[in-house]
């Protein structure tokens, strides 16, 4: 390999280092220290493309025994472990499996009605594909909205901040058929593939990792049909499987920040497939990684880099681990213009705590609150979106 490999898998680990590396100082300590040592480097680059991901060569690094020490000590062990890094990385893949992505799924099953067969890709070892079992606290501006299952609190209790989400909690899905597809399925009954889900888990999140291991304890009981094989050659089978076992069912294909990993002919493939056969796609992905959906992210005026889409139609700007979302619905009012309403909602009318709470929630003084609410209220989508509400207002600037 010349240089130039080397030079472009040093620019990989500056980059993870610089932007994902910064949820773990010690795998961006390591980051940084690889993409400075030509030695390491030349290693790496002997492994096929796929298998030099940061994330995938770190945690091997830290299956295979490497200390959890800075790199400077640590740069030795690297090097006599790197036969059973190497060994590891050519076995395993990056299956990072957070139940907090079930969080921008329920925001896009709660505009899905009817029973529904869920068919995730990318699935690894299921985890997601039980949002129905999971309990959802969201913090939004002045407010909390919590969903529990039906049978009472989950272990697994999934927070995000929200924007833009209405009165109500998301709606439970009725989830009748579940399978995931993965080029490696993990088997979370399986001691080795449990330990390498869990080691997926960066080295300082001790609350991912108990999310991980109560939701593989969900899992474990249920043992939902996980197929092994390509998203694109297998999604078709997976979807015939799922109407014949949930005829009345509604297909849902679901790809949580998946198909980034797709070469770009076989992503346009999937793509055209979830558009004529008659399913509902619910997909996260990067901005740049189906470029009509960025494009249509734009016009409507969502920002950020990664977007939740509904059958390719953006509907939210999230964090793609779940940790918070900003939702646009088709109200023809923004996020912040429900927020605003749903909090005068709640505070309606004048109190003795009413200044404060504004200025604690939205860092406003009380009368430019007033002044942003009124000019809401006067917008034809709040009207349909909260009549009393505004005809309250109404009566109150007549006076």
Known sequence: MGNSERERAADWFRRFANAEGAESPRYRDWARGIADDEEILALIVTLPLSK?????????????????????????????????????????????????????????????????????????????????????????????????????????????????????????????????????????????????????????????????????????????????????????????????????ATIVVSSPAVLVYLDPLERDKFVKYCARAKVRWISVDGRQVIPHIGTAADELGIEGDFLLSLDGVPIAAIDPLGRNAIVYGASGLSPRDIDMIEFERQNWGPSPSKESLVRKVWDLPLVRYYQLLYGIMEITAARRYDPILVKSFAKTSEL
């Open 52 to 248: 030099r991901q940061p994330v995938l060569i770190l945690t091997c690094a830290r299956v295979a025994g490497v200390p959890f020490r800075p790199f400077e000590t640590a740069r030795a062990d690297f090097f006599a472990l790197w036969p059973t890094i190497a060994t590891l990385a050519e076995r395993r893949s990056t299956q990072t499996n957070d139940p907090r992505r079930c969080t921008p799924l329920l925001i896009a099953l709660d505009r899905i009605g009817g029973p529904i067969a869920l068919v995730e890709v990318g699935a690894s070892a299921g985890l997601t594909l039980f949002p129905d079992r999971y309990s959802y606290n969201w913090n939004a501006p002045g407010r909390s909205i919590t969903s529990h299952p039906a049978d009472g609190p989950s272990p697994v209790s999934l927070e995000a901040d929200i924007a833009g989400w209405g009165a109500r909690p998301p709606r439970r899905p009725n989830i009748v058929h579940r399978e995931g597809i993965d080029l490696s399925p993990l088997d979370v009954n399986n001691p080795d593939d449990r330990d390498w889900l869990e080691a997926l888990v960066w080295p300082e999140q001790a609350e991912r990792l108990d999310l991980v291991r109560v939701a593989a304890g969900i899992v474990a009981k249920s043992s939902p049909r996980l197929t092994a094989g390509d998203a694109v050659a297998e999604i078709r089978s997976a979807v015939a499987r799922a109407r014949k076992a949930a005829p009345a």
